[in-house]
């Protein structure tokens, strides 16, 4: 059974930098399309941005420009670069396969991200 950790997730300032990280155990990280999402509080959980196995990353809108999605499989770990932060990136991050493929299950704890001076 695949399991899914995240972490890397602080309080950093506004403008500020973070590296969150994805191991996937219990399957093989190539294999899999894979995505983050995020959760604010108050709001539904929605695409940050997803990779397929090989190929080019998309994001959505709001992380263009600013985010980067990567991934290591020989560490079986996935990534999200995030720069340029803003408060409105506060949010649980989670990571989990792509939109269009059957999701892992249960989700992993997520990664708490807070953007504040």
């Known amino acids: 059974q695949v399991q899914l950790v995240e972490s890397g997730g602080d309080l950093v300032q506004p403008g500020g930098s973070l590296r969150l990280s994805c191991a996937l155990s219990?399957?093989?990280?190539?294999?899999?399309?894979m995505a983050w999402y995020r959760q604010a509080p108050g709001k539904e959980r929605e695409l940050v941005a997803s990779?397929?196995?090989?190929?080019?990353?998309n994001y959505a809108d709001s992380a263009k420009g600013r985010f980067t999605i990567f991934r290591d499989n020989v560490k079986n770990t996935m990534y999200l670069q995030m720069n340029s932060l803003k408060s409105e990136d506060t949010a649980v991050y989670y990571c989990?396969?792509?939109?269009?493929?059957?999701?892992?299950?249960?989700w992993g704890q997520g990664t708490q991200v807070t953007i504040s001076s």
């Open positions: 990779t397929p196995p090989a190929g080019t990353p």
């Open positions: 219990g399957g093989f990280l190539g294999r899999y399309a």
């Open positions: 989990n396969r792509a939109p269009g493929f059957p999701l892992f299950s249960p």
